[in-house]
């Protein structure tokens, strides 16, 4: 897999605060990391929401055959500014977000999460960093105080990652499985 800027905003900054430790910069160390912590989960939670928008956008057109007139009228009223409404942040499944995609979908996805430990871990830490960045942007970002680590975060990204990946997959699938009668 590609490293993607999350990848190298951790390993720039655990460099950075390599060399303030050597340094003994005790105190701009902490603030570093600090900022470096919430910038990387800020990183991390716009990464995917980014991939995960292109993914809808890319199915629809492909649904639509290519019709902009379908695919703009998703883009302009279910994707734009709309993808934090997506996901019940403070739940530990995506069922509510798979049910947007109808009842059908929506029992096919809970089979598969049910047969797939790991498909399951990812969504818990995909939904965490989501609700990890949302109390950062909505309760004072310059004094908000975060608990977790950058390498927890970045722990929380590669797992939440594999949600990501599969979830496209999962779409076309459901489609081909089921033909043009969903």
């Not at 049910?114 to 310059?142: P, T, Y």
């Amino acid at each position: 897999m590609d490293e993607t800027v999350v990848d190298r905003l951790h390993g720039d900054l655990s460099a950075l605060l390599a060399v303030l430790r050597e340094k003994q910069e005790i105190s701009l160390l902490n603030t570093v990391d600090d900022n470096w912590r919430k910038s990387l989960l800020l990183s991390a939670a716009s990464h995917f929401e980014r991939r995960m928008t292109e993914c809808v956008l890319a199915f629809v057109n492909g649904a639509a055959n290519g019709n902009s007139l379908v695919t703009s009228f998703v883009k302009n009223k279910a994707v734009a500014r709309q993808f934090h409404t997506w996901f019940s942040w403070n739940e530990k499944n995506a069922n509510s977000f798979f049910g947007l995609f109808g009842d059908s979908f929506g029992t096919f996805m809970k089979e598969r999460v049910r047969n797939d430990e790991g498909l399951s871990d990812s969504i818990k830490a995909f939904l965490e960093l989501g609700a990890e960045r949302n109390r950062l942007v909505h309760q004072d970002f310059g004094t908000f105080w975060m608990e977790k680590t950058a390498d927890e975060i970045y722990n929380l990204y590669k797992n939440a990652l594999r949600f990501v990946e599969a979830f496209p997959n999962a779409l076309t699938e459901f489609t081909d499985m089921r033909g043009k009668d969903i």
